[in-house]
């Protein structure tokens, strides 16, 4: 079965984002960039939270075409425009968007489906999602991995990665650490069933 991996971008107390859902003060660098794309290499299907997706699609279909487009950006925006893309909304409607279907019910389901081999793909799902997608797909027991991308911050409040009603607890096993030049530190586990 094909691993789902959460990567998620938190400041330092947990928080994916500020009290009004900026982002200004994580580290958007080359570096961080370059990290997401190289678990790229693995995945061949991505999966979102609705939030998460609207803002992706703002720039990632279009990023390799501009400019000043780094070579990082260019692999992210081809990985992103060419892979099969889910969405878990209750409100989005399928629009004109290449490759994305919507998951709104039976998720437990449809991503147990799309985790089998060659349904989407043969290689991991990388999830990008905030706290309600997250939070779902903890409590369908649905997610294998994470990518905690620890940003060296304190935001002191904000939108928090895990909320505080968690049923369950959730045991992880560390596989790896990476500092980035930032101080941005990588932290990869696996969830330990």
């Known amino acids: 079965m094909r691993k789902l991996i959460l990567i998620a971008q938190t400041s330092f107390d947990g928080f994916v984002a500020g009290p009004n859902g900026e982002f200004d003060n994580f580290i958007d660098d080359k570096e961080n960039l370059e990290f997401v794309c190289s678990l790229t290499d693995d995945a061949d299907t991505a999966l979102f939270g609705r939030k998460s997706y609207q803002m992706l699609e703002v720039d990632w279909p279009t990023a390799a075409n501009k400019p000043n487009a780094t070579e990082a950006v260019i692999k992210y925006s081809n990985w992103y425009n060419s892979v099969p893309k889910f969405v878990l909304s209750k409100t989005l409607q399928a629009g004109n968007s290449k490759n994305t279907s919507i998951i709104s019910e039976n998720i437990s389901a449809e991503i147990n489906k799309i985790k089998q081999p060659g349904t989407s793909?043969?290689?991991?799902?990388?999830?990008?999602?905030?706290?309600?997608?997250?939070?779902?797909?903890i409590e369908l027991d649905l997610l294998d991995c994470v990518w905690l991308i620890l940003h060296p911050i304190i935001?002191?409040?904000?939108?928090?990665?895990?909320?505080?009603?968690?049923?369950?607890?959730?045991?992880?096993?560390?596989?790896a650490t990476k500092q980035l030049s930032s101080g941005t530190m990588v932290l990869n586990y696996d969830i330990d069933r």
Do not use: E, R, W
């Not at 043969?122 to 779902?136: C, E, R």
């Not at 928090?160 to 369950?168: C, E, G, H, T, Y």
């Open 121 to 137: 793909g043969s290689k991991n799902i990388l999830m990008f999602g905030g706290p309600t997608a997250v939070h779902s797909l």
């Open 155 to 175: 935001f002191g409040q904000g939108i928090p990665l895990f909320k505080n009603d968690i049923k369950k607890v959730i045991k992880l096993k560390l596989l």
